[in-house]
C-alpha cells in the first residue's frame, strides 16, 4: 500500500470522517430567532481555493508515493525490508497525528484507547500495509492499481455475508466486469513479452497482491465496527493504531527483513524514503480535509481520478503497446468501479 494513512481510497477506499464530539449546545428558541449568517464572498472563495489545494496535494502525493516506493522496492537492497519500510510510515504517520493534535493546531482532540481493544485493528493494520508493499515489490505498478479496485467487490462480499448488508441489484452487477477486468490485466501482465525492459508482473506479485486486497477488505470492514465499538472518528482511531502497528512490526523485523549494507545505499535512496514518509505524511493530512470538507461522495470521486491516473503513469513508464491485450482489462475495471460509485450515490441520494 502506497500509504499508512487510514482515511483513505475507498477503491482503494477513501474513508469518512465521523464527527463525534459537539462542540455544545444550540438554545432552540435561539436558533429559531436568530437570524441566518451571511457568509462573506471573500472567505468562500478562500475557503474553496484551499479545499482544492489540499485535493491537489492529496492527489500528487498518492500518485508521487506510489512511483517512489516503486523506485524504492526495485533496489534489490530494500526489496526484502518491507517491515521496517512500513513500521517508518506508521511512525511518520504517528508524529503527524501527533502535531494535528495539538490544541495549537487543534485539528482533531485525540482520545486514548486500551491497548487490548486497539491490538487486534493495529495488527490488521500491518497485513494491510505490508502485503501490498510486497504486491507492488513484485508487480507493475499498473497492475498493482489495477488489483487495489478488488477491495470493493470483497468488501460489498464480507458485508453481504456476515452483517447482511446488500447492494442495489444495479451496483452489484458492475462488479462482475470489475472482477472479470482484474482477472484479465492479472493473466496478461504476468506473460512474458518480446521488450526485455517492458515491466511486468511475477506470479508471487499476484498472489501478494489478491492475499493484500483480502487483508485490506478485512481491515475496511473492521474499521467500520471499532468506529462504532470506540466511538472514535478515523483520525482518533488511526492516532491509537499506528504507533502499536509499528511497534508490532519491530518484532518481525530481525526475522523477516534483510538489512542492507548502509555504507554501500546511495544517497538518493535515503533521500526517497524520507520523501516517502512526507508523502504519507501529506495524504493523511489532506484526506481529513477532503472528506470533513466535501463528505465521501467528493472523496471518492478524487480517489478514482488518482487511480486513472496511476494507471495512466504506470502504463505509459512501463512500455507496455496500446494493444495490449490488458488493456482492455484496465478499461473493464476502471470503468466498473466508476459506474458502480455513480449508482451507490444515487441509490444514497434517494435514500
Known amino acids: 500500500m502506497a500509504s499508512s494513512a487510514q482515511p483513505k481510497d475507498l477503491e482503494s477506499g477513501d474513508r469518512d470522517v465521523d464527527n463525534y464530539e459537539m462542540d455544545g449546545e444550540v438554545n432552540s428558541s435561539e436558533g429559531l430567532l436568530a437570524k441566518p449568517q451571511q457568509e462573506n464572498p471573500l472567505e468562500k472563495k478562500a475557503g474553496r481555493a484551499l479545499f482544492f489545494f489540499w485535493i491537489a496535494v492529496n492527489t500528487l502525493a498518492t500518485i508521487a508515493i506510489v512511483f517512489t516506493n516503486k523506485a524504492i522496492f526495485e533496489n534489490p537492497s530494500f526489496k526484502?525490508?518491507?517491515?521496517?519500510?512500513?513500521?517508518?510510515?506508521?511512525?511518520?504517520?504517528?508524529?503527524?497525528?501527533?502535531?494535528?493534535?495539538?490544541?495549537?493546531?487543534?485539528?482533531?482532540?485525540?482520545?486514548?484507547?486500551?491497548?487490548?481493544?486497539?491490538?487486534?485493528?493495529?495488527?490488521?493494520?500491518?497485513?494491510?500495509?505490508?502485503?501490498?508493499?510486497?504486491?507492488?515489490?513484485?508487480?507493475?505498478?499498473?497492475?498493482?492499481?489495477?488489483?487495489?479496485?478488488?477491495?470493493?467487490?470483497?468488501?460489498?462480499?464480507?458485508?453481504?455475508?456476515?452483517?447482511?448488508?446488500?447492494?442495489?441489484?444495479?451496483?452489484?452487477?458492475?462488479?462482475?466486469?470489475?472482477?472479470?477486468?482484474?482477472?484479465?490485466?492479472?493473466?496478461?501482465?504476468?506473460?512474458?513479452?518480446?521488450?526485455?525492459?517492458?515491466?511486468?508482473?511475477?506470479?508471487?506479485?499476484?498472489?501478494?497482491?489478491?492475499?493484500?486486497?483480502?487483508?485490506?477488505?478485512?481491515?475496511?470492514?473492521?474499521?467500520?465496527?471499532?468506529?462504532?465499538?470506540?466511538?472514535?472518528?478515523?483520525?482518533?482511531?488511526?492516532?491509537?493504531?499506528?504507533?502499536?502497528?509499528?511497534?508490532?512490526?519491530?518484532?518481525?523485523?530481525?526475522?523477516?527483513?534483510?538489512?542492507?549494507?548502509?555504507?554501500?545505499?546511495?544517497?538518493?535512496?535515503?533521500?526517497?524514503?524520507?520523501?516517502?514518509?512526507?508523502?504519507?505524511?501529506l495524504i493523511n493530512l489532506s484526506q481529513f480535509f477532503i472528506v470533513a470538507n466535501a463528505g465521501p461522495t467528493s472523496s471518492t470521486i478524487v480517489g478514482h481520478a488518482k487511480t486513472c491516473s496511476i494507471v495512466m503513469i504506470g502504463w505509459t513508464t512501463s512500455r507496455r503497446s496500446v494493444s495490449d491485450k490488458s488493456l482492455l482489462g484496465v478499461i473493464m475495471a476502471i470503468g466498473g468501479i466508476i459506474y458502480y460509485s455513480m449508482i451507490m450515490s444515487r441509490s444514497g441520494k434517494k435514500a
Open 80 to 281: 526484502n525490508m518491507q517491515t521496517s519500510f512500513a513500521s517508518f510510515h506508521f511512525a511518520c504517520t504517528t508524529l503527524t497525528l501527533y502535531f494535528a493534535s495539538r490544541s495549537s493546531i487543534g485539528i482533531f482532540t485525540p482520545r486514548r484507547a486500551k491497548f487490548l481493544d486497539i491490538l487486534p485493528l493495529s495488527a490488521a493494520m500491518c497485513f494491510n500495509v505490508v502485503l501490498p508493499n510486497l504486491s507492488l515489490a513484485y508487480s507493475s505498478v499498473t497492475f498493482y492499481q489495477i488489483a487495489r479496485i478488488l477491495l470493493t467487490p470483497l468488501v460489498a462480499s464480507i458485508n453481504f455475508i456476515f452483517y447482511r448488508m446488500s447492494l442495489p441489484r444495479a451496483a452489484a452487477l458492475t462488479l462482475i466486469p470489475v472482477c472479470l477486468g482484474v482477472g484479465i490485466v492479472s493473466y496478461y501482465d504476468t506473460l512474458p513479452t518480446e521488450d526485455k525492459q517492458a515491466k511486468t508482473t511475477s506470479p508471487i506479485g499476484v498472489v501478494f497482491a489478491l492475499s493484500g486486497v483480502f487483508a485490506s477488505s478485512l481491515y475496511t470492514v473492521w474499521i467500520g465496527v471499532y468506529h462504532k465499538k470506540l466511538c472514535m472518528s478515523s483520525m482518533q482511531l488511526l492516532f491509537n493504531q499506528a504507533p502499536w502497528s509499528s511497534v508490532l512490526l519491530w518484532v518481525f523485523i530481525p526475522v523477516v527483513d534483510t538489512i542492507p549494507r548502509l555504507d554501500i545505499v546511495p544517497r538518493s535512496r535515503w533521500i526517497m524514503i524520507c520523501m516517502s514518509g512526507l508523502f504519507a505524511s
